[in-house]
């Protein structure tokens, strides 16, 4: 799955929507307690005179994940992650999306960025391109009662954005990728975020380049198979919710509906039909934000109630999906 093609990005600010695409889902699995570095950010010299710059550590009962920003080569300086025993690391390894210095700068993440809401992500000038970026985020994950991981996010490009997300794993001693998704197809956002007790969800969403065709989106939640070497599709159930705005007959009735929002109420809205949303009648449309949590789904009804929406709303429950791809012509 090493495929980097660029994707045209759709500036839908999804708020409180699809932080998701990737959360880590497994029964019992959560947010990890995440400590810091006593000083984050700090550059350290290596034996051969080099800097390292390290950004953050994760504390887990075993040792540590740190991520940090290896000494810059000729190609560039790789962010990777590194496994600390006793403030010492043991084991390393580089994440595929090169900065092109150690210039970081603390940017607030949210579903739209690929990641949880309310973290931050490591953001730095892209090595391969002028005016390109990367922004890193990670996030430790409990799997299961033993297991722990670092979730880590890239989301990198200029004009056109992909997200990378990796889960990093200590197996015999190394560090390994236990999961990679990318997103790099046409008109395609993905997010990965962590929600106790879950894990990891994957909230896949594919953008219509026709104003006539609605958006759609899928959601799958992952968990760590019997043999602990792998993350598997979970079974069915319910993994995040939906705020429902009007009833369209149309994907063209709903986006010029959106278009026409003078208070810009739906700014941050998508346009799905019931191929995406089962409650949404079939062969209508309406406008859609994703949510991951509940509590974040009543928040933004009462804020469109403020900001002036008449049309109906509902807030709905999205079960996981069977397979993530929809592909459209």
Same mark, same amino acid.
């Given at each position: 799955?090493?495929?980097?093609?660029r994707?045209?990005?759709?500036t839908?600010?999804?708020?409180?929507? !699809?932080?998701? *695409?990737l959360?880590?889902?497994v029964s019992?699995?959560?947010?990890a307690?995440?400590?810091?570095?006593?000083?984050?950010?700090t550059?350290i010299?290596?034996?051969?005179?080099?800097?390292? !710059?390290?950004?953050?550590?994760?504390n887990?009962k075993?040792?540590?994940?740190? !991520?940090?920003i290896?000494?810059c080569? &000729?190609?560039g300086?790789?962010?990777e992650?590194?496994?600390?025993?006793?403030?010492?690391?043991?084991?390393?390894?580089?994440?595929?999306?090169?900065a092109?210095?150690?210039a970081?700068k603390?940017?607030?993440?949210?579903l739209?960025?690929?990641?949880?809401?309310?973290?931050?992500?490591?953001?730095s000038?892209?090595?391969?391109?002028?005016?390109?970026?990367?922004?890193?985020?990670?996030? !430790?994950?409990?799997?299961?009662?033993?297991?722990?991981?670092? *979730?880590?996010?890239q989301?990198?490009g200029?004009?056109?954005?992909n997200?990378?997300?990796?889960?990093?794993v200590?197996r015999?001693?190394?560090?390994?990728?236990?999961?990679?998704?990318?997103?790099?197809?046409?008109?395609?956002?993905?997010? &990965?975020?962590?929600?106790?007790?879950?894990?990891?969800?994957?909230?896949?969403?594919?953008?219509?380049y026709?104003?006539?065709?609605?958006?759609?989106?899928?959601?799958m939640?992952?968990?760590l198979?019997?043999?602990?070497?792998?993350l598997?599709?979970?079974?069915?159930?319910?993994?995040?919710?939906?705020?429902?705005a009007?009833?369209?007959?149309s994907?063209?009735?709903?986006y010029?509906?959106?278009?026409?929002?003078?208070?810009?109420?739906?700014?941050?809205?998508?346009?799905?039909?019931?191929?995406s949303?089962?409650?949404?009648?079939k062969?209508?449309? &309406?406008?859609?934000?994703?949510?991951v949590r509940?509590?974040e789904a009543? &928040?933004?009804?009462?804020?469109l109630?403020q900001?002036?929406?008449?049309?109906t709303?509902?807030?709905?429950?999205i079960?996981?999906?069977?397979?993530?791809y929809?592909?459209?012509?």
């Amino acid at each position: 799955m090493e495929h980097f093609t660029r994707t045209p990005q759709r500036t839908l600010f999804l708020t409180g929507c !699809l932080s998701l *695409l990737l959360t880590l889902l497994v029964s019992g699995c959560s947010h990890a307690d995440t400590v810091p570095s006593t000083n984050p950010n700090t550059p350290i010299a290596t034996p051969d005179g080099k800097t390292y !710059l390290a950004l953050e550590r994760f504390n887990t009962k075993q040792g540590a994940f740190e !991520l940090g920003i290896a000494p810059c080569t &000729a190609e560039g300086c790789a962010f990777e992650v590194r496994w600390l025993e006793k403030n010492k690391p043991v084991a390393v390894i580089a994440l595929p999306i090169l900065a092109a210095d150690q210039a970081t700068k603390k940017q607030a993440t949210d579903l739209a960025s690929g990641a949880d809401t309310g973290l931050y992500a490591w953001g730095s000038r892209a090595a391969w391109m002028d005016d390109s970026s990367v922004s890193t985020v990670a996030r !430790l994950v409990s799997l299961d009662t033993d297991t722990v991981g670092l *979730l880590v996010t890239q989301r990198f490009g200029y004009e056109y954005i992909n997200q990378l997300h990796r889960l990093v794993v200590l197996r015999d001693g190394k560090l390994v990728f236990l999961w990679e998704f990318t997103d790099g197809r046409d008109y395609v956002s993905s997010s &990965a975020v962590v929600l106790p007790p879950s894990g990891i969800t994957l909230l896949y969403r594919q953008y219509h380049y026709k104003s006539s065709e609605p958006d759609s989106i899928r959601i799958m939640r992952f968990i760590l198979n019997k043999d602990k070497n792998a993350l598997v599709p979970a079974p069915v159930g319910v993994v995040a919710m939906a705020l429902v705005a009007g009833d369209f007959i149309s994907s063209a009735a709903a986006y010029n509906s959106r278009e026409k929002d003078v208070n810009h109420c739906f700014r941050s809205y998508d346009v799905y039909s019931s191929d995406s949303i089962t409650n949404i009648p079939k062969n209508h449309s &309406a406008l859609v934000q994703v949510f991951v949590r509940r509590e974040e789904a009543v &928040a933004e009804r009462q804020r469109l109630i403020q900001c002036g929406v008449r049309l109906t709303m509902s807030i709905v429950d999205i079960f996981s999906s069977p397979t993530l791809y929809q592909d459209k012509e």
